[in-house]
């Protein structure tokens, strides 16, 4: 079934500073990898996400990018500040498209 | 309601004991799914349903987990023979459409369970 590795596990930032996370996947026949933030005690939340017909999106200070021949996606954090700071899980869809498979989640600490 | 609503918030029991946690998904979503988060890891998936039905149920870890969703609404997870190791906080999430590669999932705040 698919794998997702995901690096680093903790991360730390200054304020204003960017931020990549950085996650492979095993399958080659997924399709969809998107990205959750959770702040402690709280749900996952998605902040972005990208199919597998597209390279790369962004959305204001985030931005995904995608390698399906490498296998491998990435997220990009511009401008970090402090309420930036929770754990982030990336996912990638499994081979029958039904369940999401998480990463074990990068903790991003951005220090003002 | 307005978002995906669990309970109990907190359950804690003996080992041995049987435990319920409820689900009751966002209006309309027919996908719901249930994962389990241990500390410091990521969501575990153990089982998606489309409607009723349990379209896939490779992710419950053995034959004393189960979960239904009668009437293609609020689902229950059902734990028999509680053991320590499964304790962890239990996600539930929902999704407008079936199948996860077609967006977002909607989560739930999770059943932190915790056996003794």
């Known amino acids: 079934g698919e794998n997702v590795e995901q690096h680093p596990s903790t991360l730390s930032v200054q304020e204003g500073d960017s931020a990549v996370i950085k996650c492979t996947y095993s399958?080659?026949?997924?399709?969809?990898f998107p990205w959750y933030k959770q702040e402690l005690g709280k749900r996952p939340q998605l902040i972005i996400d990208i199919r597998s017909n597209v390279g790369e999106k962004k959305d204001q200070r985030i931005a995904v990018t995608l390698n399906k021949t490498a296998k491998h996606f990435s997220l990009h954090i511009t401008e970090t500040q402090p309420e930036d700071s929770a754990v982030y899980f990336c996912a990638a869809n499994d081979q029958a498209g039904t369940a999401l498979i998480f990463g074990k989640g990068t903790t991003l600490s951005v220090s003002s | 309601g307005a978002g995906v609503s669990q309970t109990p918030s907190n359950k804690v029991t003996e080992k041995g004991k049987y435990v319920e946690l409820r689900c009751d998904p966002i209006s309309g979503h027919t996908a719901l799914y249930w994962y389990r988060q241990s500390l410091g890891q990521g969501p575990e998936f153990l089982i998606y349903f489309q409607g009723t039905g349990a379209a896939d149920d490779s992710g419950l870890p053995n034959d004393r987990f189960f979960a239904v969703r009668p009437e293609g609404s609020v689902s229950t997870l059902k734990i028999q023979r509680t053991e320590r190791g499964d304790s962890a906080v239990y996600l539930c999430?929902?999704?407008?459409?079936?199948?996860?590669?077609?967006?977002?999932?909607?989560f739930g705040e999770g059943s932190r369970l915790t056996v003794l």
């Open positions: 399958d080659s026949a997924s399709n969809y």
């Open positions: 999430a929902s999704s407008p459409v079936g199948g996860s590669n077609t967006g977002e999932l909607f």
